[in-house]
């Protein structure tokens, strides 16, 4: 079993869904990151999170400690929005989940 | 700019050759990550540096991959004798530590072996 967990590995939605991401880990942590990684292999920081909630713009990225679970919403979803989302929670080092590919069409 | 770069973007090399990557860190970042990614997968860890010291090695860091980072500023990932199953993503991260350790990436060096 994965130390971290994504689901779903593939989505695809209309212009204007709202999108949830979801990611569970078996770890100990200190904090949790959410990543973009677009076509061509750039990995860009959302959020890092230890407790609570962020937000940014559209996206929305929760966690809950005790059930060792993290989402990551995006509202209001655009094409530009398509992307790889990569959940990776932090002991020293990063420990990755796979993925989730996300298209959006218009 | 002052983002994490890495260098080359791209190499192709022949199976049995050697190849050196190089990463340049945020200039005060003190933590150098070095990580790998296949197709369709999510990065998996390599190596980290703290300053110019190697602190922790990944069981998938075989005696041909050696990693360097003599002056805690810039590192080098080295690979030697050069196997297809080397083909990967190659990422570098920085970080502060003390910033609860927020990792910045660069864009990559792309490694494909013929």
């Known amino acids: 079993k994965n130390e971290v967990e994504q689901s779903p590995q593939n989505l695809t939605a209309q212009e204007g869904e709202f999108i949830t991401i979801n990611c569970s880990y078996s770890?100990?942590?200190?904090?949790l990151h959410w990543l973009q990684q677009h076509p061509g292999g750039g990995i860009v920081s959302l959020f890092m999170?230890?407790?609570g909630k962020k937000k940014h713009g559209r996206l929305i990225a929760t966690i809950n400690i005790q059930e060792k679970h993290s989402s990551l919403h995006i509202t209001a979803s655009h094409p530009r929005d398509s992307a790889v989302y990569i959940c990776?929670?932090?002991?020293?080092?990063?420990?990755f989940g796979t993925g989730t590919r996300l298209q959006v069409f218009p | 700019d002052t983002g994490v770069s890495q260098d080359p973007r791209h190499k192709i090399t022949k199976r049995g050759q050697n190849v050196t990557f190089r990463c340049d860190p945020i200039?005060?970042?003190?933590?150098l990550y070095w990580y790998r990614q296949t197709l369709g997968q999510g990065p998996e860890f390599l190596t980290y540096?703290?300053?110019?010291?190697?602190?922790?090695k990944s069981r998938l860091l075989s005696d041909r991959f050696s990693a360097e980072r003599p002056k805690g500023s810039f590192s080098t990932l080295e690979i030697q004798r050069t196997e297809q199953g080397d083909s990967a993503m190659y990422l570098c991260?920085?970080?502060?530590?003390?910033?609860?350790?927020?990792?910045?990436f660069g864009p990559g060096t792309r490694l494909t072996v013929l």
């Open positions: 991260a920085s970080s502060w530590l003390e910033d609860y350790n927020e990792q910045f």
């Open positions: 770890v100990g942590i200190s904090a």
């Open positions: 999170l230890s407790s």
């Open positions: 990776a929670v932090n002991d020293d080092k990063l420990i």
């Open positions: 200039s005060e970042h003190n933590r």
């Open positions: 540096f703290q300053n110019e010291a190697q602190l922790e």
